[in-house]
C-alpha cells in the first residue's frame, strides 16, 4: 500500500480493544488486488468498523499508542503536512 492511498490514519476502540484504522482514498484499487476471501473480510470490516485496514493490539510487540505515533507522523510527511503538535 501506498502512503498516497491513504485518506486517514484514526486511533479507536472496539469493545475493549484498542485499533489503528487506515482510511483509504479510494478503497477499490485496493480490494481489486487482493484475494477474494481476502476482499470479503475485509468487507466485513468495513461494515463493522468503517475502515478497510484495521491493526490490533493484539500480538503486537509494541505499544498500540506508539505505532499509531509513528504511522500518523510517516503518513503527514508523506503528504507534505507539518508534524501534529501533542
Known amino acids: ?3 498516497e492511498e491513504i485518506l486517514d490514519v ?3 476502540t472496539y469493545g475493549n480493544q484498542k485499533f489503528i484504522g487506515l ?3 479510494d478503497p ?3 480490494l481489486t488486488r487482493q484475494s477474494w476471501l481476502k ?3 475485509i468487507q466485513i470490516n468495513v461494515k463493522m468498523m468503517n475502515t478497510p485496514i484495521n491493526i490490533a493490539q493484539s500480538g503486537l510487540p509494541v505499544k498500540l499508542d506508539d505505532l499509531y505515533s ?3 507522523y510517516r ?3 508523506s503528504q ?3 508534524p501534529e503538535e501533542d
Open 70 to 72: 509513528v504511522i500518523r
Open 1 to 3: 500500500m501506498l502512503w
Open 75 to 77: 503518513w503527514r510527511a
Open 23 to 25: 482510511v483509504l482514498r
Open 28 to 30: 477499490e484499487p485496493f
Open 80 to 82: 507534505n503536512h507539518p
Open 39 to 41: 476482499r470479503k473480510l
Open 10 to 12: 484514526v486511533l479507536y
